[in-house]
């Protein structure tokens, strides 16, 4: 049986991200694309050999073949077009963060359930073999408990890998800034690594160099559930950027990502007896790429690493922070 696929947003993550994304996948076709720029549809369809394009994702909707949609859109669209797109009993791959507002977010997975289809929300380092070599080692025991976590996500900002995209910077568009945009990828996989969910954040956020109304940098200070802190700082004005998160252990400390230490994607350090580690990582994680896993999904009936209430979980955090910042309270989760 081939999964038959189509793609609304025809901008820069629909096109390095999705739409390259499902050629790794087998047994899956890209029948559709959708975007309200007529050009950009057109164009990428020729790119990708997509036999069908359209301006108005509704019309893609209605195609009886298609058995899940990829909606890679500003963020304020992502509600509508996810909840949308499970009516018409299509499986959801949905871009972060999945919506602008919690309701919105219980919306779209309310809608999931009633249609009962997948919906997956595109955390991106859960799917990285780091990420679940990183997790397998902190389920061994061999470090102990995580007591701490400091974690950095930066880039030089979106208009250098998407021009095309000012909407980032506007926040009726996009809800927030560095922090919605990369933060919470550094919530998601932290919250994934320690095992537990955040009870408390308090934070600040700045625009420093960027013409927007959303922040271009945070910091966030979270209390987890399980007693472990953290600090994360995410920004749109580090160059050349990077991914780095550092785990402080009863029984050490693992490097997780290209840090300043170690120029590798992982390293545990141990106390006792001292000694490092540099695990042995393979080419490809064991779920698959974000894409591969949305159609094991599909495939198998089973729920996504990343379903709705997991992306949720991190939208409450980045909206906490955002509340945080504006009252100027600690908030909790």
Request: proline share 5%; charged share 20%; hydrophobic share 40%.
């Amino acid at each position: 049986m081939t999964i038959k696929v189509g793609v609304i947003g025809c901008g820069k993550i629909g096109d390095v991200g999705h739409l390259t994304g499902y050629k790794d996948c087998p047994n899956t076709q890209v029948v559709a694309v959708s975007d309200i720029n007529e050009k950009a549809a057109k164009a990428m369809a020729e790119k990708y050999q997509v036999p069908h394009y359209f301006t108005d994702y509704k019309e893609m909707l209605a195609m009886k073949e298609i058995d899940a949609i990829s909606v890679a859109v500003p963020n304020f669209l992502h509600a509508e077009m996810t909840i949308a797109a499970c009516n018409a009993g299509k499986h959801v791959l949905c871009e972060k963060p999945m919506a602008t507002t919690l309701e919105e977010a219980q919306l779209m997975i309310d809608a999931a359930q009633r249609n009962k289809v997948i919906l997956e929300i595109c955390m991106a380092y859960r799917y990285t073999a780091q990420a679940q070599a990183a997790k397998k080692i902190f389920d061994s025991g061999m470090l102990g408990k995580i007591n701490s976590v400091v974690a950095v996500f930066g880039s030089p900002g979106p208009e250098f890998w998407s021009p095309e995209g000012q909407w980032f910077f506007n926040k009726k568009l996009a809800m927030g800034g560095a922090m919605a945009d990369l933060g919470i990828h550094l919530i998601d996989v932290v919250r994934y690594l320690v095992g537990s969910d955040v009870s408390k954040v308090c934070g600040f956020t700045a625009t420093h160099e960027k013409k927007a109304d959303v922040d271009d940098s945070g910091v966030c200070s979270l209390l987890f559930k399980n007693g472990t802190l953290g600090t994360l700082f995410s920004s749109w004005t580090y160059k050349p950027g990077g991914m780095y998160i550092t785990f402080f252990c009863e029984k050490g400390t693992l490097y997780f990502g290209r840090n300043p230490r170690y120029d590798k994607p992982l390293v545990v350090e141990l106390v006792d007896p001292p000694s490092t580690l540099l695990p042995e990582l393979p080419a490809m994680p064991e779920s698959g790429t974000r894409y591969q896993h949305f159609i094991h999904c599909i495939e198998s009936g089973q729920s996504p690493m990343t379903n709705g209430t997991e992306g949720m979980k991190a939208l409450k955090v980045i909206l906490g922070l955002y509340e945080s910042m504006e009252k100027g309270i600690t908030v909790e989760i």
